[in-house]
């Protein structure tokens, strides 16, 4: 679980993150809120950036690093990225939040609709809670029923009925959700018998990317009977693709195993970091999508959406699912060969586009922060606990900058004995 509260070990990182730190504790509590808080961050990581383009990213003190956070998702085809940069400038130029959408709104989800597979509709938000939200209340809207599966230890956004964490939660905030364990048919056959005819939705991360824990791939089995699941209750199957949207494949993550959602949810790489998400769905579940009273002041917002067009485009031109692959396998191979160089076992799981990499036995997480703050020293910016994210911008090059980072973080670790 994430720190959160602001708990700060007293080390000053540098001298600018550390006066802004300082500044920022006595307006905003805690310093920051959220993961976004660099105490949950080995010593030595910054808080605050100063700027970023392509896979490198600055930090307000003046040092460079590659990243592979890539903002915790949304940056998907490089900070800056010209096209998408262009569209949203000529968009500004003519308006952004109006008094209703401007015409890209159409465009934009006429080009969803056209790369999403299973997507008949779709509806725009901001945030990926926004997105996952929307689609449980549709599926309550569209089959009149209250209990909404998720997976045990599965992140779907941080409103009462799906953080994890309990400040503020009341019981009844959670009352309709029941829960199984990702993968396991059987757990989630049993889940469905409790809902006793009441079900209204199993939700389902794209893979198991659970914090701190080795990453899991929905194995096709796992797929088909949560689809076969809903398909005999009349429940929605809805695909939470906030994190993985778009990296793992254009149509949807579950392509691949050959398994459609009724609703989707999307936010972090539609728009390349410019505020945007989306719920997804098929023909069953419009009339119910247009009952349900979703808005928000700035969800109409133009220049998001000019945004999303270009980058959209610019996947599906680059095949950036293929891209991202390829850096992917060049990372965890490389990770591999150090790993072995070293002698320090570690444990590299998931999609290679979000990886995701443990040292064996290194429960406190002693290794893999000692790793991360020496190879932050060399430029690389590793998250010791989070799955990372690859980029259409990590060309070989950055990869091996990143590995030659790496290589300094694996001889740290071995130095621990
Ligand atoms: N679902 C998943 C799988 C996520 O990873 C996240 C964000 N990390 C969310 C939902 C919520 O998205 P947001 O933080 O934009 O509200």
Redesign the pocket.
Known sequence: MWNIGGKDDGMIPNERDAALRARAKQVVPGGMW??QNAANLPEGYPQFFESARGCRIRDVNGREYVDLMCS??PMVVGHQHPEVEEAARRQAERGDCQNGPGEVMVELAELMVDTVAHADWVQFQ???????TVCVTIARAATGKRKVLVARG?????APW?TPYPAGVMTEDRAHLLHYDYNDVASLTAAVGQAEGDLAAIVV??FR?DLAKTQELPTPEFARAARALCDATGAALIL?????GFRLHLGGSWEPVGVRPDLS?F??AIANGHAL?AATGNDRFREAATKVFTTGSFWTGAVAMAAAVATLKVMRREDAPARMEEAGTRFRQGMDALAAKYGVPIEQSGPVQMPMVLFTGDTEFRFANTFCVAALAEGGYFHPKHNMFLSTAHAPADIDAVLHAADAGFRAVAALG
Do not use: L, M, Q
């Open positions: 959220g993961h915790f998702g901001k945030n990926g809670t926004d997105a996952t599965a992140y779907h956004g941080a799906c991360s794209a990317h939470d693709d906030v994190r993985a949810a936010s972090k998400a």
